[in-house]
């Protein structure tokens, strides 16, 4: 299968949306822990119209598409904090999640900011771990969940092997290769 993480359009709200909801529905259980008060909470924001004015606003939002259709979608806030950061359950594990979120962080250099922060949820606390990101000791309760405050250190630009463009990562993959809350 091959996958693509590339700036969203105005046209890719819907298919975004979808896949946020499902992920935050399906993944995220250790977080919701199946409370509909705490769903319904989660997901009131995550409507076609909110993704269509993220995707227009002076934030960043990428999407990722395995063999054509969009799986997943994250978002750099204006203010420089990744706000969404969500994949469907069958596209995990593939480096999509991976790809996502270097090309916020590729964008968020492109900004000038020196450091990125956001708010795990437990779901995916290990792997923000495993991407060099660090606890702030902040602890995040929108919606009624309990996230934890993360933050990394960014490279600089001209730092020797990086990349000015990490705004469209391609990958070919094996199968079986192995706010947050806006
Ligand atoms: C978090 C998420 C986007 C990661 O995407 P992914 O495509 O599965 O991650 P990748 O395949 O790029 O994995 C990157 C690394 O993190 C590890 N990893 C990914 N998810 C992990 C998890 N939940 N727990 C532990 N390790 C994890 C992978 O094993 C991999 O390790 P490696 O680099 O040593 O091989 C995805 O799991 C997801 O949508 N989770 C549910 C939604 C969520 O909680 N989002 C965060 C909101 S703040």
Not at 22 to 29: K, L, N
Not at 41 to 58: G, Y
Not at 123 to 135: I, N, W
Request: proline share 3%; with cysteine; hydrophobic share 35%.
């Amino acid at each position: 299968m091959h996958f693509r993480v590339r700036k969203a359009e105005t046209v890719d709200a819907d298919a975004a949306c979808a896949a946020v909801r499902r992920s935050i529905q399906e993944c995220c259980g250790e977080d919701h822990r199946g409370d509909p008060g705490i769903l319904a909470a989660w997901l009131a924001n995550k409507t076609p119209e909110n993704l269509r004015s993220w995707i227009q606003s002076h934030g960043h939002v990428v999407v990722a598409e395995l063999s054509g259709n969009i799986v997943g979608g994250a978002m750099l806030s204006r203010e420089g904090t990744i706000v969404l950061n969500y994949l469907v359950p069958e596209a995990h594990s593939q480096g999509l999640g991976s790809a996502m979120l270097a090309a916020l962080e590729g964008e968020a250099r492109r900004r000038g900011l020196e450091e990125l922060e956001l708010y795990s949820t437990a779901t995916a606390h290990q792997f923000y771990v495993r991407k060099g990101y660090v606890e702030t000791g902040k602890r995040g309760s929108a919606f009624g969940l309990s996230s934890r405050g993360m933050r990394k250190i960014l490279g600089r630009l001209d730092e020797p092997g990086r990349s000015s463009d990490s705004t469209v990562a391609d990958g070919g993959v094996s199968p079986g290769h192995g706010s947050p809350h806006a």
